[in-house]
């Protein structure tokens, strides 16, 4: 009974061992499917990255087209490190299909390992002929050479992944795989020089695909076959049936492939162009996919393998404690469990409790080249500084802990001192009665994976940082274009396409979604009167049209006024290629032009009217003043007086006309005090009722708590009759005038539109009428003196060009909008007045009266007006010395005491009348001053405002006003 008990329990315990290793073995093929992928058939999943992979380089691929032929700066460094880079890519992957050929014997593996190991033999021969590289011309021709080159390597390898797709494997090459391996890639080292002899006696046997740095003729048949190999290939692929998961990645690698030559020998221009440098990065991305696959593929293998030396430690703990007796089977299955690490490219090794080799594996030898016999019973023999410690605390930790494990990656030294990276995986081993025996590990050189990821790391920072120059580049130009304001075309005269820049569209006022720049389209939107010139500009082929301005009518209505320069792009022959142009928005520059001319204009008529009114105002000085004195000396003649009186009044008439153009010509001198806006208006409507009539109805709209002004409030109200004036004559059949008030900042952008303008507060007061409105013409000359729409005898012309003169005197400003039939509106803005500035009223006006013998020094340049006035002087009851100039007048006050200095304003010499004063007021404080002038172009505070102790009287003036400004002026 006892031995049916234990026979039931030796086979029970045999049962679990088998199980255990079973699971074990599970674990390693991953969860029971094969272990090479160019057997494991493609499930639904296995789809997902790589239609990932082709997308991407889809979109990428469609991104780098249109500038494919764009040049950029020669790299010559670029093709031995992109070239190294692939070969290595390309070594590695058919070394590792080589290896998995030898252990299943697949013919298949055989053709895919003989692609990589041909595209990796063709890379050497098309590095050395390249010109540059290592002689100028190319260590084997160069030219042509390498073109063909080029060409033989990418035919090649889609032949031979063909080849792949269309064998059947049938029975596996067991017996001589290796050799035949051997002799395919021999044949394959032979048929690649046979090639590059081919190639580099080209000139004799292969016509020219070369012309200089472009492409001959006869490229575009070479690639066109090199391209139907490629489709040939993926076509087969595709077909091909069952799919494996290698197929799916190699038809990955096929797409590139496609774009790899389309960019670079089909798209571009020639060497060193952007589809040049982009198509060989698509080369190095397909030689890496299948690599990083494979490497993907075993580091799985190899994680694995980890779980399973896991799980077969566990399990060997349990049977070492339930079935001792068990020692025959048991070493079976660790013989079988030895094998499978054996076979392993993980090194696996023990050490003891002390940190000594107690096991040391073929694998470990293979990996370290350590012997077993120089490895056990000694410290770890692969340790490099410092490492000792580290494996001291992993076994401190196993003995600690019946559970310690750790993966680590690290770094050791083999035998011939080479130092490999490493990823170690370490479990505790313990005894049959659960003590630590040791810590077993499992160390996989992963040295060429750290090499691959480096190298791919390195590719991908080099491709980001290319893209994100381009980037900011392109980025860079764009705001470059907003901000100026100038968009960019481009027209390919091949084919007709056209490219603008996003700034020509906001121009245009449209977008790319809802409009396309065709010929039709942008000769529409031109303004009728310059379609001419643009259609023209836009058919030119062979010569691009000089540059040229053209107004264009938007969908919103804007009128924008651009200007337009183009230029042909030719080829090496002279054929034109493309149309490139710029277009620039510059109608707020047209606009401030025309503002700066209208500017001009008014202030070069300003200079000719004050100039005109100074002249005129000499002579109507002279005229009543002798027609005053004139007056006196008829008597009681009734019709030489009636013939005085006619002439005095056409005198003044004369005067009132003469201040008007002095107003617009900003030289009327003002007596401003500080004014109170809405009360001023008041009152003025009051008196405007009456002049306007009965069918024009007054409304008011009065803001609260506007600011006061400083400001000539004789002169306001008559800007205001003017306004109130000119609209009555504009509503003949009746209407509405409004009159408004209110506070307003004037802003940057608003000057910049108004040059005569200036930023700051400002109160507003705006004058609508609802009459005929004026003309864009009307309005360009409103404010010019003499310039009337009403009929002869009507008008003036004066009113506007007063109110403008006015308001810029007094450092205001005048702004208009009218439109035909619907009405008309000013706004006069004049500047807030500080919180603290002072008020000046006018001078009560004294009653007249003659001098009692004080000196008076006339100064006037006129000898007539001299004349006049020192007759009207002394017949006051004064002294009168006179002369006719600055100088003579310092001369007359350093020899003599004189009470009142009377003069012109403008003389000629070196001093005029305000520095005299200047100059007076100095040297003799007490000295009365009175200034007289026909052009009173007074600066004695800066802008027009005369000071309160210096009189003022202005040309032409009555006997009566000159008593009252002397007498006025002794008696301040």
């Not at 469609?62 to 494919?68: D, E, L, S």
């Not at 067991?174 to 080292?189: C, P």
């Not at 968009?487 to 005269?493: C, E, N, P």
């Not at 500009?537 to 009518?553: F, H, V």
Request: glycine share 8%; hydrophobic share 45%.
């Amino acid at each position: 009974m006892d031995h049916e008990v234990l026979a039931s329990r030796r086979l029970e315990d045999a049962s679990r061992a088998d199980a255990a290793i079973g699971s074990a073995l599970h674990a390693i093929s991953g969860h029971g499917r094969r272990l090479l992928v160019a057997a494991v058939a493609a499930a639904g999943r296995d789809w997902r990255l790589p239609a990932v992979a082709v997308t991407v380089s889809a979109v990428l691929f469609v991104v780098a087209v249109p500038f494919a032929k764009v040049p950029l700066v020669a790299i010559r460094a670029f093709i031995p490190a992109y070239e190294a880079a692939l070969l290595v890519c390309d070594l590695i992957t058919a070394l590792l299909f080589f290896g998995q050929f030898a252990q299943a014997g697949s013919k298949r593996l055989l053709a895919i390992a003989l692609a990589y190991w041909f595209d990796a033999l063709m890379i050497v021969p098309h590095a050395l002929s390249f010109p540059g590289l290592i002689t100028p011309a190319g260590l084997l021709g160069g030219g042509d050479t390498t073109a063909w080159l080029y060409m033989f390597w990418h035919a090649g390898f889609p032949l031979f992944l063909t080849g792949y797709a269309l064998l059947n494997d049938g029975e596996p090459l067991k017996s001589r795989g290796k050799g035949r391996a051997a002799v395919a890639a021999a044949i394959v080292v032979a048929v690649a020089a046979g090639l590059t002899l081919v190639a580099a006696n080209n000139h004799r046997l292969l016509p020219a695909i070369m012309r200089g740095n472009g492409y001959a003729p006869a490229m575009k048949f070479i690639v066109t076959t090199v391209w139907a190999c490629s489709l040939a290939a993926l076509a087969a692929l595709w077909m091909k049936r069952p799919r494996s998961v290698l197929d799916l990645w190699l038809m990955v690698v096929l797409c590139a492939w496609l774009f790899d030559i389309a960019l670079s020998a089909v798209l571009n221009h020639g060497r060193f162009d952007l589809g040049f440098y982009a198509g060989r990065a698509y080369g190095l991305v397909a030689a890496s996919f299948v690599l990083t696959m494979l490497i993907t593929e075993i580091g799985g293998l190899y994680s694995r393998l980890a779980a399973a030396t896991d799980q077969l430690e566990v399990h060997a703990s349990e049977l070492e404690d339930r079935v001792w007796d068990q020692t025959n089977d048991l070493l079976h299955a660790n013989r079988e469990l030895s094998a499978i690490i054996e076979a392993s490219p993980v090194a696996v090794f023990m050490l003891d409790r002390d940190g000594r080799v107690a096991m040391w594996k073929a694998s470990a030898e293979r990996v370290f080249g350590y012997t077993e016999a120089e490895a056990l019973g000694g410290p770890l023999p692969c340790l490099l500084d410092g490492q000792a410690d580290e494996v001291a605390a992993d076994i401190a930790r196993a003995l600690g802990d019946a559970a310690a494990g750790g993966s680590t990656e690290t770094q050791h030294r083999r035998k011939d001192g080479v130092v490999i990276d490493t990823l170690a995986r370490w479990v505790r081993v313990n005894d049959e009665i659960g003590q630590t025996r040791g810590v077993m590990y499992a160390v996989a050189d992963i040295t060429k994976r750290k090499q691959t990821e480096q190298n791919l790391f390195s590719a991908r920072q080099r491709t980001e940082a290319t893209l994100a120059a381009l980037r900011s580049s392109e980025e860079l130009l764009k705001r470059a274009q907003r901000l100026a304001h100038i968009g960019s075309t481009v027209r390919d005269l091949r084919t007709g396409d056209v490219e603008w820049s996003d700034e020509a569209y906001r121009i245009f006022g449209v977008t790319r979604e809802d409009w396309s720049p065709t010929t039709e389209a942008i000769v529409a939107m031109i303004h009728p009167d310059d379609r001419a010139i643009v259609a023209a500009a836009l058919d030119s082929n062979g010569d691009a049209a000089p540059p040229a301005e053209s107004r264009i009518i938007r969908a919103d209505g804007a009128v924008r006024v651009l200007y337009r320069e183009t230029e042909i792009i030719r080829d090496e022959a002279g054929n034109p290629l493309y149309l490139v142009g710029t277009l620039q928005d510059i109608t707020e520059r047209k606009n401030t032009e025309e503002q700066l001319r209208q500017s001009q204009k008014m202030e070069a008529i300003g200079n000719l009217t004050g100039g005109m009114a100074h002249d005129f105002n000499n002579l109507l000085g002279i005229i009543i003043g002798n027609l005053d004195m004139a007056r006196e000396r008829i008597g009681d003649a009734a019709e030489l007086n009636e013939i005085v009186n006619e002439a005095l009044e056409a005198a003044w008439r004369g005067a009132d006309l003469t201040r008007r153009l002095l107003a617009f010509a900003r030289r009327q001198p003002l007596r401003p005090v500080r004014t109170d806006v809405n009360k001023l208006v008041k009152d003025t409507v009051k008196l405007l009722r009456r002049l306007i009539g009965e069918d024009v109805r007054v409304e008011l709209t009065l803001a609260d708590g506007v600011w006061p002004v400083i400001v000539d409030p004789a002169q306001l109200e008559a800007s205001l009759a003017n306004l109130a004036t000119n609209a009555r004559d504009a509503m003949p059949k009746g209407g509405r005038l409004i009159i408004a008030t209110g506070n307003r900042q004037l802003d940057a952008d608003y000057v910049s539109s108004h040059p005569d303008a200036s930023t700051g507060d400002f109160v507003m007061i705006e004058v609508s009428d609802t009459g005929t409105g004026m003309s864009p013409e009307t309005m360009s000359r409103v404010f010019e003196p003499f310039f009337t729409t009403k009929e002869a005898g009507k008008g003036t012309g004066l009113g506007l060009s007063m109110v403008f003169g006015f308001l810029r005197q007094s450092e205001g400003h005048v702004n208009v909008y009218s439109e035909l039939g619907v009405g008309t509106t000013f706004r006069l803005y004049l500047p807030r007045a500080a919180a603290a500035a002072a008020q000046r009223d006018d001078r009560e006006v004294r009653p007249i009266a003659r001098g009692a013998g004080q000196t008076v020094l006339v100064v006037e340049d006129n000898p007539g007006m001299r004349r006049i006035v020192q007759r009207q002087i002394g017949e006051l009851g004064y002294r009168v010395v006179d002369c006719d100039s600055a100088a003579a007048a310092l001369e007359i006050l350093q020899r003599e005491p004189v009470d009142l200095l009377f003069t012109d304003i403008v003389m000629p010499g070196e001093l005029d009348g305000i520095e005299l004063a200047q100059q007076v007021r100095e040297r003799w404080p007490a000295l009365k001053i009175v200034l007289t002038s026909g052009f009173p172009q007074s600066r004695l505070d800066g802008n027009g405002v005369l000071s309160a102790d210096i009189g003022l009287l202005s040309k032409p003036y009555s006997r009566e006003a000159l008593a009252q400004a002397l007498r006025t002026a002794i008696d301040a």
